[in-house]
């Protein structure tokens, strides 16, 4: 990891900011790298004093298999999904549920929500507040407390982990 | 262009629209909004990866060279989707609209008593 | 085999399209009017997509990626509108 230095906030959006610059001018000539650090550099300076102080990744590795985790989760969530609605004789059980919050970050909260989006048949539907609990509204669920716990243990717990410890 | 890559890419084509498909479907056959919500956020997520990555391979194959900038939509898509949902479900609880009766819970944001929570005026402009 | 699987695709996408426009025709409040909105920006990439590999060219990439980020924008705007009742507080 690169040592975020004055003039550098944050090297990983930096070198995530280059890279996106150089497919989307589809070239690797010596001019277009040099006008993407520019911009790499220029952009993060210009625009870091409004944003939230983002956490620390503590564990890149974990976070790496939590993402292919959730890669994987996301394709069979849509098959199951898929097959949910595309079933005409299937009663669904729509579900609004309370899911209490551990995560306390708003970096973390967001990237609990966005999971819990993707994933099974749930749709994060409103943040309290407070923040320190969760709307969701589930398309078939039949045990509320499993659900829960499945959230807790596969996402929450992970993240918790990289982000807070 | 050999022809493994053209099944491939073909039949990740057709998957991509079943799932367009199925995710639109969703949204005409549902019965309440917060379930018509779960179509677009997932299927059709899902369905537009597929069909870009179907693209990718296809003139990968073609220009012998690798070239992920379509990777980039998909990217962009999977991070802004569950926000507009997010966003949408909040539209559809500050409207208080009407979901089914099998639905269970009981969300405070949905009941008829002035419990739901408001937005928080903002601190600069003191509301009153 | 591609050219067949363009077909059955751009069919599908089609009928998704269809059934788009039913939902923003009859949807019963703004909500799922927006939401068949942003449904129908997916779906015109999708058909984007298509087309660039219809005409062999990438270069309606850009275009995709454009009707991507306005779609994302359009759809917050009108959610804040309809959450806070103005756009930028």
């Known amino acids: 990891?690169?040592?975020?230095?004055?003039?550098?906030?944050?090297?990983?959006?930096?070198?995530?900011?280059?890279?996106?610059?150089?497919?989307?001018v589809r070239s690797t000539a010596f001019g277009q790298i040099v006008l993407g650090a520019a911009l790499a550099i220029a952009i993060p300076l210009l625009t870091h004093r409004f944003w939230d102080a983002r956490p620390h990744i503590r564990k890149p590795l974990l976070l790496l298999r939590f993402a292919l985790r959730v890669l994987k989760d996301i394709v069979i969530a849509n098959f199951e999904v898929a097959y949910l609605i595309a079933n005409p004789w299937r009663k669904l059980r729509p579900h609004?549920?309370?899911?209490?919050?551990?995560?306390?970050?708003?970096?973390?909260?967001?990237?609990?929500?966005?999971?819990?989006?993707?994933?099974?048949?749930?749709?994060?539907?409103?943040?309290?507040?407070?923040?320190?609990?969760?709307l969701i509204h589930a398309l078939d669920v039949g045990d509320e407390e499993a659900l829960i716990q499945h959230i807790r243990q596969r996402y929450e717990q992970?993240?918790?982990?990289?982000?807070e410890c | 262009m050999s022809w493994i890559v053209e099944v491939l890419a073909s039949v990740l084509l057709i998957a991509g629209g079943i799932f367009l498909f199925i995710?639109?479907?969703?949204?005409?056959?549902?019965?309440?909004?917060?379930?018509?919500?779960?179509?677009?956020?997932?299927?059709?997520?899902?369905?537009?990866?597929?069909?870009?990555?179907?693209?990718?391979?296809?003139?990968?194959?073609?220009?012998?060279?690798?070239?992920?900038?379509?990777?980039?939509?998909?990217?962009?898509?999977?991070?802004?989707?569950?926000?507009?949902?997010?966003?949408?479900?909040?539209?559809?609880?500050?409207?208080?609209?009407?979901?089914?009766?099998i639905t269970e819970g009981d969300p405070v944001e949905l009941r008829d008593e002035e419990v739901a929570q408001k937005p928080v005026p903002h601190p600069d402009k003191g509301h009153g | 085999m591609l050219t067949v699987a363009l077909y059955i695709t751009l069919a599908l996408v089609i009928m998704a399209l269809l059934f788009n426009l039913y939902r923003l025709m009859v949807g019963p409040d703004l909500p799922d009017r927006v939401l068949a909105l942003d449904?129908?920006?997916?779906?015109?990439?999708?058909?984007?997509?298509?087309?660039?590999?219809?005409?062999?060219?990438?270069?309606?990439?850009?275009?995709?990626?454009?009707?991507?980020?306005?779609?994302?924008?359009?759809?917050?705007?009108?959610?804040?509108?309809?959450?806070?009742?103005?756009?930028?507080?």
Not at chain 1, 109 to 130: E, K
Not at chain 3, 60 to 87: H, N
């Open chain 1, 96 to 134: 609004f549920i309370e899911y209490p919050l551990m995560v306390e970050d708003r970096f973390t909260i967001t990237l609990l929500a966005s999971t819990i989006s993707l994933t099974p048949g749930t749709v994060s539907a409103n943040l309290r507040m407070d923040g320190k609990s969760l």
């Open chain 1, 1 to 24: 990891m690169i040592a975020p230095r004055p003039w550098l906030p944050t090297p990983v959006l930096s070198l995530l900011l280059l890279f996106v610059w150089l497919l989307l």
């Open chain 2, 23 to 101: 995710g639109s479907m969703g949204m005409v056959h549902l019965r309440d909004f917060y379930m018509r919500l779960h179509g677009p956020t997932k299927a059709t997520t899902l369905g537009i990866g597929c069909m870009l990555i179907a693209s990718t391979l296809f003139f990968w194959s073609q220009d012998g060279k690798p070239d992920i900038q379509e990777l980039l939509i998909t990217l962009f898509l999977f991070i802004t989707a569950p926000v507009s949902a997010h966003l949408l479900s909040k539209a559809g609880l500050h409207m208080q609209l009407n979901h089914i009766d």
């Open chain 3, 39 to 89: 449904t129908m920006y997916i779906n015109a990439i999708a058909l984007i997509v298509l087309l660039g590999l219809w005409l062999n060219t990438k270069t309606y990439f850009e275009s995709a990626l454009l009707i991507a980020m306005l779609g994302f924008i359009s759809t917050v705007a009108v959610c804040k509108y309809i959450l806070r009742g103005d756009i930028i507080e």
């Open chain 1, 158 to 163: 992970p993240l918790k982990e990289i982000y």
